[in-house]
């Protein structure tokens, strides 16, 4: 019975970055072994125990067979007999299928230290291609580690998986997880790069494929190509450090920019309206959740009047206030207007300049926030007891005023 260190650990310790979790494999022992020796089983589909002491996870050596579409699709067998490398054959690049013996020892039977140091996602086995997932995996790897390339044959083995309508198989929950975790990650831009280079993207999330070729006038994005601009916008928010909610904005805010008639090109004349409809399709076959596609929703259709808002009446801004449910849920208001600022620095040559739009609406909000609600129906319904709808109309009015008054400006 002989225990390893396997996975992400061992690579991440060769990279020499922080090791966040370890994968431990036992070889040579079985289920009612385990079991005698304190350890506690906890795996349903393999046999997965809890060290008696540390509770970390140790799983036995174990082998897998195709047996249907998708990633859910296998039957594992686990004892004794089983090698080693039989269970790292299974793993899916050869910089994971490393492992590390208890005195230091790295066995490496597929040469995954090679690719390590030259920075190349190389699949182990053809085995690869029975489980869709590791597509995603491979393009969220990309992300955080964006030196990295794809190996042609792998790349070429992902494509034909996506050919074949394996990504199809692929349930809406774990695609959102994948790409959930791509996009937290160090450069999410990779991510989608990878996906597009084997097909994957036009399969999961088609509406954001598209608007790769899409231009955009040239005054306001230099960069001109919209998928480019959404890949600059996702990866300023990432350096920002932004939370998943806001990136998600940031990722969807322009698709309606991909159902623009080639026509009327570069311009997108109503494409806010346009990519609403398209994040709330998007959100709800992928079954995001709430809070992502709430500011999705939002960011899509308002971060053109951010962008304006330097030019807005003060009753207008109110109005945006009231759409954005902005008195109830102000947070939600200040990430829609991160997620707009990274929409604005999302482009060549705006990366460090101004973007003043943000502390403004942030003002005039905080202004109209000051406004007691309780005070001004207390005065209409002591002068007017007979008309209590003049109490919103009266809220709205103030509030209208106090933004005038925070913004300096003649409301009229």
């Given at each position: 019975m002989k225990t390893y260190v396997v996975g992400g650990a061992v690579r991440d310790a060769l990279l020499g970055v922080p090791v966040q979790d370890r994968d431990y494999v036992i070889v040579g022992a079985t289920p009612e072994q385990m079991v005698a020796q304190g350890y506690l089983p906890v795996g349903k589909d393999f046999p997965v125990f809890l060290h008696p002491k540390t509770h970390a996870e140790y799983a036995l050596a174990r082998t897998e067979r195709k047996t249907a579409p998708g990633y859910k699709g296998f039957v594992f067998h686990a004892?004794?007999?089983?090698?080693?490398?039989?269970?790292?054959?299974?793993?899916?690049?050869?910089?994971?299928a490393m492992a590390q013996q208890e005195d230091g020892t790295i066995v490496d039977p597929f040469n995954g230290r090679d690719d390590l140091?030259?920075?190349?996602?190389?699949?182990?086995?053809?085995?690869?291609?029975?489980?869709?997932v590791r597509i995603l995996r491979v393009a969220r790897f990309a992300a955080r580690f964006p030196d990295f390339t794809v190996a042609p044959e792998t790349n070429a083995l992902m494509?034909?998986?996506?050919?074949?309508?394996?990504?199809?198989?692929?349930?809406?929950?774990?695609?959102?997880?994948?790409?959930?975790?791509?996009?937290?990650?160090?450069?999410?831009?990779?991510?989608?790069?990878?996906?597009?280079?084997?097909?994957?993207?036009?399969?999961?999330?088609?509406?954001?494929?598209?608007?790769?070729?899409?231009?955009?006038?040239?005054?306001?994005?230099?960069?001109?190509?919209?998928?480019?601009h959404v890949m600059m916008v996702i990866d300023y928010a990432a350096a920002q450090g932004c939370d998943l909610p806001i990136r998600c904005a940031a990722l969807l805010h322009d698709l309606g920019k991909g159902v623009t008639p080639s026509d009327q090109w570069p311009r997108h004349h109503g494409h806010e309206m346009h990519s609403e409809k398209l994040v709330?399709?998007?959100?709800?076959?992928?079954?995001?959740?709430?809070?992502?596609?709430?500011?999705?929703?939002?960011?899509?259709?308002?971060?053109?009047?951010?962008?304006?808002?330097?030019?807005?009446?003060?009753?207008?801004?109110?109005?945006?206030?009231?759409?954005?449910?902005?008195?109830?849920?102000?947070?939600?208001?200040?990430?829609?207007?991160?997620a707009s600022e990274c929409d604005h620095r999302g482009r060549t040559g705006f990366e460090d300049g101004p973007f003043p739009q943000r502390a403004y609406l942030q003002q005039a909000l905080e202004a109209a926030q000051t406004v007691d609600g309780g005070k001004i129906a207390e005065w209409v319904r002591q002068r007017y007891p007979d008309q209590l709808q003049r109490?919103?109309?009266?809220?709205?009015?103030?509030?209208?005023?106090?933004?005038?008054k925070a913004v300096k400006q003649d409301d009229g």
């Open positions: 004892d004794a007999a089983v090698t080693l490398e039989e269970d790292l054959v299974r793993r899916d690049l050869t910089i994971n140091e030259r920075r190349i996602f190389r699949h182990v086995s053809p085995a690869f291609a029975e489980d869709p494509r034909r998986m996506t050919e074949a309508g394996e990504v199809d198989a692929l349930v809406p929950e774990r695609v959102w997880q994948e790409l959930a975790r791509g996009l937290m990650e160090k450069k999410p831009s990779r991510m989608f790069a990878v996906l597009r280079d084997c097909g994957a993207l036009q399969r999961i999330l088609p509406e954001l494929d598209v608007l790769w070729g899409v231009p955009q006038p040239e005054k306001y994005h230099p960069e001109i190509d919209t998928g480019v709330a399709a998007v959100c709800k076959r992928l079954r995001v959740p709430n809070d992502c596609r709430d500011l999705a929703l939002m960011t899509a259709r308002e971060h053109g009047n951010v962008g304006r808002a330097l030019e807005l009446r003060a009753s207008t801004i109110v109005t945006l206030f009231e759409r954005c449910d902005a008195f109830r849920k102000p947070l939600r208001f200040l990430d829609m207007l991160a109490v919103p109309e009266a809220i709205r009015a103030a509030r209208v005023e106090a933004v005038a």
